[in-house]
């Protein structure tokens, strides 16, 4: 393995600014230094549920409906929930909603669990539901995850705890995209106090916000009303940004924090540290180079077509992730038969003679000058460097940009950027993995990237029950993408967490990765 650079190991400093609040208290705890110690006459106290995060990025804003940082994700996944979920085996099972039915193509009719509490101690009812549904179809909210429901074409509330859904045509998604957080069940009354939910939260899942100080740390504690019996088992979860890697490992080992998530290069490190378990999953994640469309250089085929002839993918995956990655399409090799194998695909075979011709018709043979635009996230930014050495055998002369998280978040959303790597997630159906980012009016095609047979299938896709049919069709859809370039699809990598030993009940999953109700410290 490659030595990985290692940055200057940066402490923990704990800033004294105002909290940022929603639904509860704000007394400040006292944090486990300050505990009163035990005399050795008297019996120990049960150690303190409370889960220490060492986080690598400040969430960029806390609202489910808006957001698509990994970094607030982490977060608001605790505070929210959905009308129903997935399990490992990608079937559909209860959440917000206890039962549900399809009486026709077009109608879907669920029954809300009785007695569930917002945070603010209001029950949820199914009017909550048609609001929140109804915020994310409303443009001027800007929702990440519109394009998710725009198949909905009215939403009936029957009673109290019965919603009906009726869609304008059938689409095969509509119960895989009610399991993401995009569609999360929010309180009218907060969101009208506060205009958004980015620097408050109220949910109704197994924790709620108690604190946010920026740069520094956020504080979830339990939901004693939550209403799965006996949930959550933790106190509370104390996120720690620490945004330099040796700093994060440094404070697992010392036990300032329970658990840390980084990438197999850093296996050695903790590697026979017996106070430390190494969890590991397969993502359904996968790394890409994003080109901003708008622009001369990046408009031609041929230009886009050699960047991915140029990048050796094999490499990249040895010297980043140590080798623990799958060369990937957008389509990871998690969601299984909806993928197409992309390494066969010519354009992912290293050929630097080829792409030097395709520069050359392109209209540059000598190359050209560009950025690369990276975020936080160690994996990303050590992509973002070999990239840049690998793009030097075509001339491409390519600056890092190594950018904040909102300013991150920014360039993704308007574009302000020429290259970027970041990093997705497939979701459960292929209609996410490929139309929420590749159709013209995917949500999330932030890239000015638009195919009239891509849309076509897609459309097509959305409306086609026969899952053999809708196999067929989006392995179509994904040849003609990664043909077009619009990004280029690197690695789906294995997913390490580092956790002490006094850790409990912590089982991360592919579908089901940072699931901490049953997590207890010993």
């Known amino acids: 393995m490659k030595a990985r650079k290692v940055l200057s190991l940066i402490a923990l400093m704990l800033v004294m600014a105002l909290a940022l609040t929603a639904c509860g208290g704000n007394q400040q705890q006292p944090t486990s230094e300050e505990q009163p110690k035990q005399s050795s006459e008297t019996p120990a106290e049960a150690p303190a549920q409370v889960l220490k995060y060492g986080t690598d990025a400040e969430p960029v804003g806390l609202d489910p409906h808006t957001v698509s940082s990994t970094s607030s994700i982490r977060i608001f996944r605790q505070i929210y929930n959905t009308l129903i979920d997935v399990d490992d085996e990608m079937n559909f099972v209860p959440e917000l909603a206890e039962s549900w039915e399809q009486p026709d193509e077009l109608t879907y009719i669920f029954k809300l669990r009785e007695g569930v509490k917002f945070h603010n101690g ?8 048609k609001f929140s549904f109804e915020r994310v179809l409303n443009p001027e909210t800007a929702a990440i995850g519109k394009s998710y429901y725009d198949s909905i074409s009215a939403i009936e509330v029957a009673d109290n705890y019965t919603i009906k859904f009726i869609l304008k045509e059938p689409f095969a998604p509509f119960m895989t995209n009610l399991t993401s957080l995009y569609g999360a069940i929010v309180p009218k009354e907060v969101i009208e106090e506060n205009s ?93 180079v994003g080109f901003n469309l708008d622009l001369d250089k990046f408009k031609e085929l041929k230009v886009r077509q050699a960047i991915s002839l140029a990048i050796n993918r094999e490499e990249i995956i040895d010297l980043v992730y140590d080798g623990n990655a799958k060369v990937t399409g957008f389509v990871p090799a998690a969601m299984g038969r909806w993928a197409i194998d992309f390494e066969s695909e010519e354009l992912y075979k290293q050929n630097i003679e080829k792409a030097k011709q395709l520069m050359a018709e392109a209209g540059y043979p000598n190359g050209f000058e560009t950025t690369i635009a990276v975020g936080l996230l160690d994996d990303i930014n050590s992509t973002g460097e070999v990239l840049q050495k690998q793009l030097e055998q075509i001339g491409i002369k390519a600056t890092i940009q190594n950018l904040e998280s909102g300013q991150y978040v920014d360039a993704w959303k308007n574009r302000t950027h020429e290259m970027m790597v970041g990093r997705n997630g497939a979701g459960t159906d292929p209609n996410r993995a490929v139309a929420f980012f590749f159709s013209s009016k995917g949500s999330a095609n932030v890239w000015g990237y638009s195919n009239p047979e891509v849309d076509a299938l897609c459309n097509q896709g959305k409306v086609t029950v026969d899952e053999t049919e809708r196999e067929t069709i989006y392995k179509e859809a994904q040849k003609l993408i990664v043909n077009d370039v619009p990004n280029l699809f690197i690695a789906s990598p294995m997913e390490y967490y580092f956790v002490r030993n006094n850790v409990e009940g912590f089982v991360p999953t592919t579908f089901d990765a940072e699931n901490f109700n049953s997590v207890t410290i010993k």
């Open 122 to 129: 209001r029950e949820m009812t199914a009017e909550d539901v």
């Open 196 to 288: 958004n939910l980015m620097q408050v939260a109220c949910g109704t899942g197994p924790f709620m916000l108690k604190e946010w100080i920026p740069d520094n740390k956020v504080i979830l504690e339990k939901n004693s009303d939550y209403f799965v019996e006996g949930k959550p088992t933790l106190d509370k979860i104390e996120y720690y940004v620490m945004t330099d890697e040796s700093a994060r490992v440094a404070a697992l080992r010392t036990g300032n924090v329970d658990v840390i998530k980084l990438p197999a290069s850093s296996i050695p490190l903790i590697e026979g540290n017996k106070d430390i378990n190494i969890l590991e999953y397969q993502s359904n994640d996968y790394s890409y």
